[in-house]
């Protein structure tokens, strides 16, 4: 199982980023996908998930009506739309697959500053 990140990058606040993350290795419309984030000395935190169907999502508080995770499971590959980026947004972002298990991709790095 592989999972990828792509898309991390530098933006100023208020700004905007689509994180992709391809899978490979697994049957990818079998799970439920998320989106964690890791800041420099805090804990790794759920962003958003995914149900396997695409019905159901759920985000944290924090990014509630800013981002957006989403999947197309022809391309075996999850979005987070990160809209109205905030500084504290900041943080290592990485992919996670769950079903049997849990599969994680090595992150893709996110900096909001000015």
């Known amino acids: 199982v592989q999972l990828v990140e792509s898309g991390g990058d530098l933006v100023q606040p208020g700004g905007s980023l689509r994180l992709s993350c391809a899978a490979s290795?697994?049957?990818?419309?079998?799970?439920?996908m998320s989106w964690y984030r890791q800041a420099p000395g805090k804990e790794r935190e759920l962003v958003a998930t995914?149900?396997?169907?695409?019905?159901?999502?759920n985000y944290a508080d924090s990014v509630k009506g800013r981002f957006t995770i989403s999947r197309d499971d022809v391309r075996n590959t999850v979005y987070l739309q990160m809209n109205s980026l905030k500084l504290e947004d900041t943080a290592v972002y990485f992919c996670?697959?769950?079903?049997?298990?849990?599969?994680w991709g090595q992150g893709t790095q996110v900096t909001v500053s000015s």
């Open positions: 996670c697959a769950s079903w049997v298990g849990k599969y």
């Open positions: 995914i149900t396997s169907t695409g019905r159901n999502t």
């Open positions: 290795g697994l049957t990818f419309n079998r799970y439920a």
